[in-house]
Structures are given as C-alpha cells and as structure tokens.
C-alpha cells in the first residue's frame, strides 16, 4: 500500500497542476503576437495581477514601469532579495518576457537631482542584469528655459556617456526616449552620435514624434531605424487645448502606419503598448483598455506580415 504521505503528496501535485495547467498550456501552445504593455497603464495591478492578465490576454512581454504604486524598482518586493529568483521563474513559466526596465532619470538635470538621477539609472542597470533584461530606459527630457541648448545638449551627452560606461560592463544597452524636448529625430540622432557607445540605444515613441515632433513614421524610421530596439505606441486625439489619449485606432495618431513602417523595415522589437493611466487616471481603465490594444494591435502585426514568436 502506498504510504498516506507520499498519496498526499501525489494529489497535492495533481491538484496544482489541474489549476495550473490551463494557464501554462496556454503560455506554451498557444501563439503570442510581439506585443507587450507598459505597467504605467496599471498602477494599481499588483505583481500577481500583473502577470494573470499579460497571460490571459496574449501579451509577449511587459514593460516595467512601476510595480503598485512604487515606481523605483528597485524597492518592489518582487524584484528584489529572495523573490527576485522566484519571480524570473513565474516569469520563465509563463513565457513572459521584460522588454525592459523603465526609469525615471533625467540626463538633463544639473546638481543634486542629477546625481540622483545618475545613482537611479545605475540601480536599474543593475536590476536588469540581475533580471536578464537587455533595455533600460532613461530620458534626455528637457531643455529648461534660460539655459543654452549646446551646453544641455552636451550634459545630456555627458549622461548618457556614464550610464553606458556602467550599462556595458552589465552586459544591458540604455535606450533613450524619444520624450519630451527630444522629439525631433534629428536631435535624437545627434545626442546618439556624440555618446558614441554600443551600450546606447533608441526607445521610439512614436506618438510624440507625430504629435510634438510633427514627423510622419516613415521619416523618423529612416533617420533612427538601425538603432531602435524597442517602441511605445498609443492614440490621441485633440481635447481643447490639449490632447487626450484614446483607445488605439479612434484618435488621430497613425498607430497602423507606424506599424507597417516598423514591420516593413524588420523591427524585431516589441510593440509596446504604454498607457499613462498613471499619469492621467481620467483614461480608460487598463481591463478596457489592455484587452482592446491585444486585438487591434494583433490585428494590425497580421496585416503588416509579422509572424507569431516562435513557442
């Protein structure tokens, strides 16, 4: 007869492996779109949530920016101390992958609040060599008033020069945002140029170079093509005197035309989606909004020719 702990042992392992299964059959056979969302969009996802609903809905990937509330990674629980192997684990299971760490640094910042800066884009590199991850996402972001353009433009520079410096020895590439002042592919390319590292790479946002940057796709694709490795796409449309963020395909932003331009050009990236729900919690919530990007952009990768990932 077989012994009553080795039986229990037997059905607890059955057991979890009935109420686990359909989510570890799923990740495993079924095909994912290079798809991925930016937890910008879901502030208040806790980690556990996180995962259950880029798994449910077909999500490839997710990009860290915040973690429930908490926004330096380096303090969420579940990406650091004893979870962190844990959670690659979760992460490896599900067929999930980090596109890439989203930090808040600021090259363009001067005194304290630039060795902050310098100190958080560091600890991410860090993070993301534990965790694997290829990208850290760090802004150029402002050129404040008063202050002569060369002389941010060469800070900038500067910056970026001494995270890559400490990116390369971690085997991660910081990718800078096309964001804020830096929106024109022009100045992107130029700050590029100058950090002159293998280490440094582009994040195309490709809705402020359409909205701020006044560049159709095609024209920032042919100044910044080979050196983007990752992308945030979303829709807009005028509000007043401002712009609101709507679900993808109903505003103004040419969100198909910037997926046929990188899908025609071989961008082996993904399609991020980065929803500022974070920053303005008047938009849709990311259970409309998620699940609604998941079709339209599936829908539009099938039209422009790109394949499943390979399982």
Do not use: N
Not at 39 to 66: F, H, M, N, V
Not at 143 to 162: C, S
Not at 271 to 298: D, G, L, S
Request: charge should be neutral; charged fraction near 25%.
């Amino acid at each position: 007869m077989q012994p009553l702990t080795t039986r229990r042992t037997f059905l607890t392992t059955l057991t979890a492996g009935i109420f686990a299964g359909p989510a570890l059959l799923r990740a495993r056979t079924s095909a994912r779109y290079p798809i991925a969302f930016s937890t910008l969009g879901c502030p208040s996802w806790t980690w556990k949530t996180i995962l259950d609903q880029a798994d449910r809905l077909g999500y490839a990937a997710i990009e860290l920016r915040g973690v429930a509330g908490e926004m330096d990674l380096t303090k969420v629980p579940e990406l650091s101390g004893s979870q962190l192997q844990a959670t690659k684990k979760g992460l490896d299971a599900l067929g999930i992958a980090v596109s890439d760490l989203g930090a808040s640094a600021a090259m363009h910042q001067t005194g304290d609040a630039r060795a902050k800066a310098l100190d958080e884009g560091r600890r991410f590199i860090d993070l993301a060599h534990e965790m694997s991850v290829k990208y850290v996402r760090v802004f150029g972001d402002s050129i404040p008033a008063g202050e002569p353009r060369d002389a941010v433009l060469a800070r900038v520079v500067e910056g970026f020069q001494q995270l890559c410096s400490h990116a390369a020895r971690a085997g991660v590439t910081v990718i800078m945002e096309s964001h804020g002042d830096f929106t024109h592919s022009g100045d992107i390319e130029w700050i590029r140029a100058h950090v002159g590292s293998d280490a440094f790479a582009i994040l195309w946002d490709a809705h402020h170079t359409f909205v701020e940057g006044q560049e159709q796709p095609a024209d920032t694709w042919r100044v910044l093509g080979p050196w983007i490795r990752h992308t945030h796409l979303k829709d807009s449309k005028p509000a007043g005197s401002d712009r609101r963020y709507v679900l993808t395909g109903t505003g103004e932003v040419p969100v198909k035309t910037q997926v046929e331009v990188l899908a025609g050009a071989g961008y082996k990236g993904y399609y991020c989606f980065e929803w500022e729900k974070k920053w303005h919690p008047e938009i849709e919530e990311p259970e409309v909004a998620f699940p609604h990007y998941a079709r339209v952009m599936t829908d539009y990768l099938k039209q422009a020719g790109v394949k499943p990932l390979s399982l």
